[in-house]
């Protein structure tokens, strides 16, 4: 293998295409975004095929091929750090407790029969003792 073939490694460009077409038809899911980042990180085939052409390589070829290694790995860390953006983005929103157990008094509330006033001053002792 020499330097133009590590160039022309297809998974980086494929990472990228399959990437951008999720996100075209439906937003990629925790799991998908997971695997793209093992795939990132499980892909060292490079490495081992340019620390080969190094072995025979010398001035200005093994200048080339480091970087060639160098700029993959730096785009590599880029797709990771995308990567890690859209998973953030698709961690679900955690509410505030007392919010949420706002909420579920003020829907308790509404379905009982209590007069509105007593319903009010529950709400109001809640609202009180939460804050």
Do not use: F, W
Not at 107 to 118: I, K
């Amino acid at each position: 293998m020499n330097v133009k073939d590590i160039l022309n490694q297809t998974s980086q460009k494929e990472l990228v295409q399959e990437t951008a077409a999720a996100g075209t038809d439906a937003e990629p899911d925790m799991s998908y975004i997971i695997r793209k980042i093992d795939q990132i990180m499980d892909d060292s085939r490079y490495i081992r095929d340019a620390l080969g052409q190094l072995e025979h390589a010398e001035g200005d070829t093994a200048m080339a091929i480091s970087n060639v290694v160098e700029n993959r790995e730096r785009t590599n860390q880029c797709m990771i750090a995308l990567l890690q953006k859209m998973l953030e983005a698709t961690k679900p929103q955690t509410k505030d407790t007392g919010v949420t157990k706002l909420e579920i008094i003020q829907n308790l509330l509404s379905s009982s029969d209590m007069d509105d006033e007593y319903k009010c001053e529950i709400l109001t002792q809640v609202i009180q003792r939460i804050l």
